[in-house]
Nanobody, 115 residues
Framework: VQLVESGGGLVQPGGSLRLSCATSGFTFSSAPMRWYRQAPGKEREWVAMITSAGGTTYYADSMKGRLTISRDNAKNMVYLQMNNLKPEDTAVYYC?????????WGQGTQVTVSS
């Protein structure tokens, strides 16, 4: 199983980024997918989830209204569109797949929001 995030970078407050997660090694279309983030000195926190078929999405209150999670089951990809970014959104963002009994993570992609 591999999860590879990309799309992070430096963005000004109010800006947008689209994160991508390329997956392989499992039946992607059967797996709910999640994004988490970890800010410096803080615990990793969940930010968004999408069901296997993509019909239902969930968001953390801290970012609700500014995020859109989506997936392309034909390409084994999951995305996170982030808008109106704030300095407190600075973190490493991780893609996650729970394939019981294992829990898989990518290496993360750094998002820095700063002027």
């Amino acid at each position: 199983v591999q999860l590879v995030e990309s799309g992070g970078g430096l963005v000004q407050p109010g800006g947008s980024l689209r994160l991508s997660c390329a997956t392989s090694g499992f039946t992607f279309s059967s797996a709910p997918m999640r994004w988490y983030r970890q800010a410096p000195g803080k615990e990793r926190e969940w930010v968004a989830m999408i069901t296997s078929a993509g019909g239902t999405t969930y968001y953390a209150d801290s970012m609700k209204g500014r995020l859109t999670i989506s997936r392309d089951n034909a390409k084994n990809m999951v995305y996170l569109q982030m808008n109106n970014l704030k300095p407190e959104d600075t973190a490493v963002y991780y893609c996650n797949a729970i394939l019981l009994p294992a829990n898989y993570w990518g290496q993360g992609t750094q998002v820095t929001v700063s002027s």
